[in-house]
């Protein structure tokens, strides 16, 4: 027992050391009491070593931190937008029911036609009729085209819904003037906009015969 300066048992291990003076097994620390320590009283370690081995330990640690944190940061940053894109994608999927009401009853869906062959060649949507029909008669290319309003005055949602499935129906995308679809298969609204249409057209009767039928 170091603390009574006496010792009362034999080190467990011989030869730990690999030296000759290990094999005494009630020589402490290897008769080396300033430069060594025995932790547990089987063999001896350099003082030295030992805070060698805690700073080497220390500093593989600090390079483990150092190397992981960025990636931990990009995980818990991909997390965090992982879910502010739920949460994103959940509100486009939810129409602004108020920016949507203050376009009610505001749009109409019209087409413009080949005056003989009665042919659609361009599906559009408006707020004003009067004024579309106007710039229509000044452009080059559709000028001398008939001018039809297919739907009266509805909700932004329907106009938007009644104008992409008149685009499907007349095919004006491939054969006439359209240059994009009225709702893109990715907008995330293009099954309400289509429902809205379909519950104007039918659910509320407004005319006889929805246009694309």
Known sequence: NPEWCRFI???????????????NLYAYVS??????????????????????????????????VVKTAPLLYQAAKGCVQTVAEIAENIKQRTPNQKKDNRKKDKQAVYTLREPVSGKVL?????????????????????????????????????????????????RTLEEGLNKVHGISTLNPYHDYYIDQATDYMYAERKIAKCPWD
């Open 31 to 64: 008769n080396n009491v300033s430069n060594g320590s025995d932790k547990d009283g089987n063999y001896a370690i350099a003082i030295g070593a030992s805070a060698l081995v805690r700073g080497i330990t220390a500093f593989i640690g600090a390079y483990v």
């Open 122 to 170: 361009y599906v559009g949507r408006t707020n004003d009729l009067k004024r579309c029909k106007y710039e229509h008669d000044r452009d080059p290319i559709k000028k001398g085209l008939s001018f039809k309003a297919e739907t009266g005055k509805m909700s932004y949602a329907a106009a938007r819904g009644t104008e992409e499935l008149l685009i499907r129906k007349f």
């Open 9 to 23: 048992n034999a080190d467990g291990i011989i030869g730990a050391n690999q030296d000759i003076i290990s094999l």
